[in-house]
Structures are given as structure tokens and as C-alpha cells.
């Protein structure tokens, strides 16, 4: 496990990773070097930010020899909805495949526990994701000297992802129902079998479970280091907590809002992309009731409500793509963001410049 702290660049790393193995790999054709890489990432939003790969200035990170023979061997393909299979040439090498884990790990279709129609449709359904998922995983085993990255590696750790034992309820039989690492170390186990899987590597912004350190660390650069080296942003003195009653969220907005457009408002990265503000709400009831006050704020500065972009974790595949634009397009319009249940690990937004927490603190600091 390569532990790093948010923002330190594990995305980064791993391209490093990838482009010295590969570049030793043409270097030295016989050396025990990796030649093909497959990246998990535990969920959409975090596979859509390591589409950063494609932008890693590898031309900065190896010499020009080595770069030259790298850049035209190398082969990223990021797995999408629907694509029936994997577009590589099985046996090939220099392949980075990017992919969620839905998409490859090894499952077994499920059981028809009724005859109803409804009931066989989408039992159909899931044995044709099943099939479609082990065709993918059959593809990338047949690469040779692979290695498998796994991004945001606390997910598939912990006892609780083990799996369980539970009562079918038609038998009333115990069965054994495996779930998060149980799969994926299952999917990993079958790649080590079906091919040469030179090493796992995971990288993490957390590693820990239950307060305990995970034992396979080997690499911690934590927020203290990030910070004194200038990786990471000092907040010192930057960060307010409001002390209000019930009643008075609406205060608490409003004044995000002043002090964010007194402040940033006119700040803009060397790109142009303009400073940007995420306010972090509880549910979707708390954000809409509090809405009208942050429209409210701006209208007095003249801002319109256009500058708002409202996202959370049912909205549109429409809202989703807006989202996703505003951590990349410099040119995006919208530059206050109310989330719910979005804007958290794997979203690089370079523009982001402040964040709002509209929710009490309870026993625990970590939000």
C-alpha cells in the first residue's frame, strides 16, 4: 500500500509507475519488468478522475531515449457502459486498462429464487452482466508481466467487506455472501493464476481500519509532510466554524457567501478557470431549504443564479457531465456548487478554492 494524502497525487504516482516499468520493459526485453497495467477504481466518480492519466507529462518523467519508444507503445483504454468487451489485442503488451470493478471481477450469475416474469427478466439481466464482466477479465489475464494498481485501496479493507453469513430464505440454509475485498482479492487471486501478475499495488488517502493502520504499508506520506513541503495547502488560520442554533443555517450561508465573493471573486488560476466554491450539505432537504438564502446573497452582489450548479447523487447524467466539466473546463460558468453526496475522494477540481460544511459537527472532526 502507497498511503498519500489527498491532493498528493496518487494518480501522478501511478503513471510514474507505470511509464518507468514500461520504459525498463522496452529497455530490457528479458527483465522482470512490468509490460501491461490494469488500474481498479472502486466507483464512477473516481474512474472518471483517473482519466488524468492521459494528461501526465511522461515526457518530463523519462529521458527523451526512453520517452520516444514509451509514448508510441503505450495503449490507455478507459472501460465504458455498454462496450461488450475490452477494445486490446489479447496477448499484447503496453496496455493500461482503467476500469470499475463491476466491470471485470469475477461474479457468478444469480439464482432465480422465483418463476414470476419480473423475476426472470432481471435475473437474465444479471447473468448477462456476469457473462460480460468474465469475458473482460478473461481479456486482460490473457497480458503478460501485469500489474494490477488499485485506487482508493481503503475500500476493498476491512473486516466488515469480508462477507457475511446469511439464511437463504427459501431453504432457510446458511450460505456464505462475499463481498468487496473477498471479490476483488478473488478477481486478483484468478489474474495470478491465468497470467504472470509481476505486483499489487494499492494507494490510499486513508489507511486505516477501524483506528488501525493497514498492516501492508510501505510507503506514508501524510498531510503534515504534504504541507511542509509545499505539496499541500496550509490552512492555518483559514478555517471558521460557526457556533449557531437550529434556526440559523440560513445566517451561515449567507455569510459563506460574502465572505467567498469579498475574497475570491475575482481570483482566477493562470488558465483562467475562476475561483470556485462547494457547499457540502447533509441531504437534499437541507440543501433545497437553504437555496433560496444563497440565491438570495448573491442577488446582492449582483450575481446571478446562473453561477450555481445543484448536484447530488440522483440527478441527471446531463447534471453529471456539468459536473464533471467544472473540475476541467477553465471555461465552465458555474462556480458555486451544493453537493450532496458528491465532490468527495477522486475529485480533482484545481479551481475549487474554498468549501462549505453546512452541518453540525458532532462527536467526530473528519468532515
Known amino acids: 500500500i502507497l498511503a498519500l494524502a489527498m491532493g498528493a497525487g496518487k494518480t501522478i504516482l501511478m503513471g510514474s509507475i507505470v511509464a518507468t516499468e514500461f520504459a525498463m520493459a522496452l529497455e530490457y526485453p528479458e527483465g522482470p519488468f512490468v ?16 482519466r488524468e492519466l492521459a494528461d501526465v507529462p511522461y515526457e518530463r518523467l523519462l529521458p527523451p531515449r526512453l520517452h520516444k519508444p514509451f509514448a508510441a507503445s503505450l495503449k490507455l483504454t478507459f472501460t465504458r457502459d455498454g462496450d461488450k468487451q475490452i477494445p486490446i489485442t489479447w496477448g499484447s503488451s503496453f496496455n493500461v486498462i482503467v476500469t470499475n470493478t463491476e466491470k471485470i471481477r469475477i461474479q457468478k450469475p444469480t439464482m432465480r429464487n422465483n418463476d414470476n416474469q419480473l423475476s426472470l427478466l432481471a435475473s437474465t ?18 497480458l503478460p508481466h ?11 479493507y476491512g473486516q466488515k467487506l469480508l462477507g457475511k453469513w446469511e439464511k437463504d430464505k427459501v431453504s432457510g440454509e446458511l450460505f456464505f455472501r462475499d463481498d468487496g475485498i473477498k471479490k476483488v482479492r478473488r478477481t486478483i487471486d484468478y489474474l495470478a493464476q491465468e497470467t504472470n501478475l509481476i505486483v499489487v499495488i494499492n494507494a490510499t488517502g486513508t489507511p486505516y481500519f477501524e483506528r488501525q493502520p493497514l498492516r501492508d504499508v510501505v510507503v506514508w506520506y501524510g498531510l ?4 511542509r513541503d509545499g505539496v ?6 483559514n478555517i471558521k466554524v460557526f457556533e449557531l442554533d437550529d434556526g440559523e443555517a440560513e445566517t451561515l450561508v449567507t455569510a459563506v457567501i460574502e465572505d467567498f465573493v469579498g475574497d475570491y471573486w475575482s481570483v482566477s488560476l493562470p488558465n483562467g478557470a475562476p475561483a470556485r466554491l462547494a457547499m457540502y450539505f447533509p441531504n437534499v432537504e437541507t440543501r433545497d431549504e437553504l437555496r433560496g438564502a444563497i440565491e438570495s446573497a448573491l442577488a446582492i452582489t449582483g450575481i446571478g443564479t446562473d453561477s450555481i450548479l445543484v448536484v447530488d447523487s440522483k440527478s441527471s447524467d446531463a447534471t453529471r457531465r ?10 465552465a460558468p458555474e462556480r458555486i456548487l451544493l453537493l ?3 465532490g468527495t475522494e477522486g475529485w480533482n477540481c484545481p479551481s475549487l478554492f474554498a468549501t462549505a460544511l453546512v452541518r453540525k459537527l458532532a462527536n467526530s472532526n473528519n468532515f
Open 35 to 50: 509490460e501491461n497495467a490494469l488500474i481498479f477504481a472502486p466507483g464512477k466518480t473516481i474512474l472518471s478522475a483517473l
Open 125 to 142: 439481466k444479471a447473468e448477462e452482466a456476469t457473462e460480460l464482466a468474465n469475458l473482460r477479465l478473461q481479456a486482460i489475464a490473457s
Open 146 to 156: 501485469l500489474a494490477v494498481f488499485s485506487d482508493e485501496a481503503h475500500h476493498t
Open 224 to 227: 503534515g509532510e504534504g504541507i
Open 232 to 237: 499541500l495547502k496550509e490552512l492555518t488560520n
Open 322 to 331: 456539468q459536473f464533471e466539466a467544472v473540475a476541467r473546463n477553465a471555461d
Open 340 to 342: 450532496v453526496n458528491m
